[in-house]
């Protein structure tokens, strides 16, 4: 069964920094692009970055110069670090597999996400 499981959300200040951990189990994630998005509370989900198999790397504008996407294949993980954190970055966050990190479709079902909270 493939499972991606997000972690290492949680309350942070204003300027503080997050790494986002998604850990996959049934699948081997250097053979997907995988995709980092947010939901937060009256807005829609939106893309914050996306990282393809080859390692390229894609950024919202709300994560360029920020946050950096990163995967560790060893450990079958893909990280999201969060720096200079906003409060407008306070959202559910979740990984999931893409079809291609310049489209929309995804593999599976969305996870349970891991929440990011920023206030001071």
């Known amino acids: 069964q493939v499972q991606l499981v997000e972690s290492g959300g949680g309350p942070v200040q204003p300027g503080g920094s997050l790494r986002l951990s998604c850990a996959a189990s049934?699948?081997?994630?250097?053979?997907?692009?995988i995709g980092w998005f947010r939901e937060a509370p009256g807005k829609e989900r939106e893309e914050v970055s996306c990282i393809r198999r080859d390692g390229d790397t894609n950024y919202g504008d709300s994560a360029k110069g920020r946050f950096t996407i990163s995967r560790d294949n060893r450990k079958n993980t893909v990280y999201l670090q969060m720096n200079s954190l906003k409060p407008e970055d306070t959202a559910v966050y979740y990984c999931?597999?893409?079809?291609?990190?310049?489209?929309?479709?995804?593999?599976?079902?969305w996870g349970q996400g891991t929440q990011v909270t920023v206030s001071s």
């Open positions: 049934g699948v081997t994630l250097d053979t997907y692009d």
């Open positions: 999931v597999r893409k079809v291609a990190c310049d489209g929309v479709m995804i593999y599976g079902d």
